[in-house]
């Protein structure tokens, strides 16, 4: 059975500083993966995804993502955080079929002055 | 605007008594998805439609139901069957096909006392 893990529940990190959130898959072959973020009480909003092809993948609000298969990790991260980048952080993978996306316990940011 | 809504926001409701949580959304997507969320748990799928007039059920369906008479609506009744019903639940949607990005609704915290 394919799993996330997301290794990190909670990252403090000081504003204007490099960020990196981990996630590893296990899963047979490439899934498809993503990274959502989401506010407090709010929905899940992507911030980007991986199908196949360049492994660094750019998404919004400044986020990339580079894909590693020999690690079977897809890592998180961003230059210089903003304190508007605190949220909860999810990794996401999907292997076919209606039942195949399989969630990371997520990550929660915390972005300290 | 394209999007999924859910209401309410918040809801409270005594133990013992069914409730029903709205889901709509206006993107033609195919898919529906209910997901509860506890803290420390990630997401967690209830139930899935592909198609109207049809739903499986997910990881945790046990005291829920759910219909599908329209594209646009999936609602989501927890019924007094459920043990633990407080949690946050959220509605996401996918078009057919395609590698599964999932668009969420802003969620609806229910509170069973």
């Known amino acids: 059975a394919q799993s996330v893990t997301q290794p990190d529940i909670h990252i403090t990190v000081s504003e204007g500083a490099s960020l990196e959130l981990r996630c590893n898959y296990s899963?047979?072959?490439?899934?498809?993966l993503f990274w959502y973020v989401q506010s407090p009480g709010q929905g899940l909003q992507l911030l980007l995804k991986?199908?196949?092809?360049?492994?660094l993948v750019q998404g919004i609000k400044g986020f990339e993502a580079e894909f590693k298969r020999s690690q079977s990790s897809f890592n998180l991260r961003k230059p210089s955080v903003h304190w508007s980048d605190a949220a909860e952080y999810f990794c996401?993978?999907?292997?076919?079929?209606?039942?195949?996306?399989?969630f990371g316990i997520g990550t929660k940011l915390q972005v300290i002055p | 605007d394209g999007g999924i809504t859910q209401s309410p926001k918040y809801l409270f409701r005594k133990e013992g008594q069914n409730v029903t949580l709205s889901c709509e959304q206006n993107l033609n997507h195919d898919a529906m998805y209910w997901y509860r969320q506890d803290p420390g748990q990630g997401l967690r799928l209830i139930y899935y439609?592909?198609?109207?007039?049809?739903?499986q059920k997910g990881d945790i369906a046990e005291g829920y139901s759910v219909s599908r008479e329209k594209k646009e609506s999936f609602p989501l009744t927890v019924t007094s069957a459920q043990k633990n019903p407080t949690a946050f639940y959220l509605c996401?949607?996918?078009?057919?096909?395609?590698?599964?990005?999932?668009?969420f609704g802003p969620g609806t915290r229910l509170t069973v006392t």
């Open positions: 439609s592909q198609i109207v007039n049809d739903f």
């Open positions: 996401a949607s996918t078009r057919s096909g395609g590698a599964h990005e999932q668009y």
């Open positions: 996401v993978t999907y292997s076919g079929g209606y039942q195949k996306v399989t």
């Open positions: 899963y047979g072959a490439t899934p498809y």
């Open positions: 991986y199908f196949s092809g360049d492994t």
